[in-house]
């Protein structure tokens, strides 16, 4: 048989061909890492195989991306009153700035898959990139004058989306508030109490009434079914008439993440929503393709090795024992028992805590500042998005003026290194904000 000699072109069919199968597999398997052009930020990294959510099919366009950017985020920049609306840069007038910068796309400043140019926000332009519009504010400001532009969104001053809490007519009017606010606390949360309000005559069940389907009797699962039903009868849930089979449907007990949520969603929505808005959350967003929950595991911050080890999926139950239902449990044990970074370590050596473990006035949990108690229709409820004040963190300033001054709030989270041992003591400088808002306010009232 005469041997068969290969040509250069065969072995570049061969290559091509191979190159084929691979790009065809990664597009039809779920693992589509192999066409990251880059790392993600903080903030999309748990979605990043959620290709189409930002690309469609990957030739949707400019267009596209924009309209799944606001998709996302169009709630938060409303809520944020926004000082750099889109709107703002589709005005005919303000047309020269474009020319600077094309401030209508959202990927202008937040460019996805660069994490060589990406600095905290998610903001992947050069650190004095307000220069480009401003570069004449010291003729207005002259307090501004000699400072440099890259401190403009860096030292606290001012958030491109969002300065609500940095207006200066805001921070004038309260200059004057002392540190340490006598007697404040937090707002008390209403919902509950409301509801056995109009319930009096209602429907509580005891353990007698439990409902769960399965026959556990000489089981292995008959000791915590009973001990799990003992929980559950002195619980919101057996008071408020929810029987077992409301989340146990067919008996089952091992109920996975997304069963979890959805069936916690059918009572608890605007709780869902919002849980599905933030990291713990996001995968399971109906507005997301199908997606795994979370996994301790794939966290970007430091976790503790038991949390890693147990791979545990995020679910409305990491946090919330659905059968005690012991909020205090969830609001700082559930953190701590995953979360091991410095800040969240630190908490427990804290005045914050020391009085919120005394059931103290002053006392704060890890989900006080960071699932805030919000208003709502006259109702004080909790958020349950834990990134809705964070990023930056002066969103989480209505929280701090609970019990403090706005000047001791914004110079104490301004002080990286104080948020880093969880405000082990007061804020070392004053903020250079209120200086500065001091000389304005000396220097109209000499021109008055």
Not at 148 to 154: D, P, R
Not at 255 to 264: K, M
Not at 395 to 400: G, I, R, T
Not at 432 to 445: D, L, S, V, W
Request: hydrophobic residues 35%; charged residues 20%; negative net charge.
């Amino acid at each position: 048989m005469k041997n068969y000699k290969f040509k250069f072109w065969h072995y570049g069919l061969i290559v091509t061909l191979a190159a084929a199968v691979l790009i065809t597999y990664n597009l039809q398997a779920d693992d589509k890492s192999f066409f990251l052009s880059g790392e993600v930020t903080h903030g999309h990294h748990q979605i990043e195989m959620a290709c189409s959510t930002c690309h469609g099919d990957g030739f949707a366009g400019q267009e596209f991306i924009q309209n799944a950017c606001v998709g996302c985020h169009q709630d938060e920049l409303i809520q944020a009153n926004d000082s750099h609306p889109r709107s703002k840069f589709l005005d005919p007038r303000n047309a020269g700035l474009l020319a600077h910068l094309d401030a209508r796309q959202c990927i202008s400043c937040h460019t996805e898959h660069k994490p060589e140019i990406t600095h905290e926000m998610g903001v992947s332009l050069a650190g004095d990139f307000c220069f480009h519009c401003h570069s004449d504010i010291a003729e207005n400001r002259p307090n501004h004058s000699g400072l440099g532009f890259e401190t403009c969104a860096s030292a606290g001053c001012h958030n491109y989306h969002d300065n609500r809490y940095l207006y200066e007519e805001f921070l004038a009017s309260h200059i004057d508030s002392p540190a340490l606010i006598p007697g404040g606390q937090l707002p008390m949360k209403s919902l509950v109490l409301k509801w056995h309000a109009e319930n009096r005559d209602g429907t509580a069940l005891s353990a007698t009434d439990a409902d769960f389907p399965a026959d556990t009797t000489g089981s292995q699962l008959a000791v915590p079914v009973a001990s799990a039903t003992q929980a559950w009868s002195n619980s919101a849930h057996a008071l408020s008439g929810t029987n077992c089979t409301a989340c146990h449907q067919s008996g089952e007990t091992g109920l996975e993440a997304a069963v979890v949520v959805e069936n916690c969603g059918d009572c608890h929505s605007r709780q869902l929503a919002q849980f599905t808005r933030g990291k713990h959350g996001m995968r399971l967003s109906a507005d997301l393709p199908q997606s795994r929950p979370m996994n301790v595991q794939e966290a970007k911050l430091p976790m503790h090795p038991h949390a890693i080890e147990l791979a545990k999926e995020l679910s409305c139950t990491s946090c919330h024992n659905p059968h005690d239902l012991d909020t205090r449990v969830a609001s700082v044990e559930a953190c701590l028992g995953c979360h091991n970074d410095t800040h969240s370590v630190a908490y427990q050596e804290s005045e914050h805590f020391r009085l919120w473990n005394d059931q103290r006035s002053g006392g704060v949990s890890c989900a006080n500042c960071h699932m805030p108690r919000e208003e709502h229709q006259g109702e004080i409820l909790v958020n349950h998005n834990q990134n809705h004040n964070l990023r930056p963190n002066e969103k989480m300033l209505p929280v701090c003026l609970n019990c403090h001054g706005v000047e001791f709030a914004v110079a104490a989270l301004a002080d990286k290194a104080l948020i880093e041992n969880n405000f082990s003591a007061p804020p070392a400088i004053e903020h250079k904000t209120f200086e500065m808002i001091r000389e304005r306010i000396a220097r109209i009232k000499t021109t008055q």
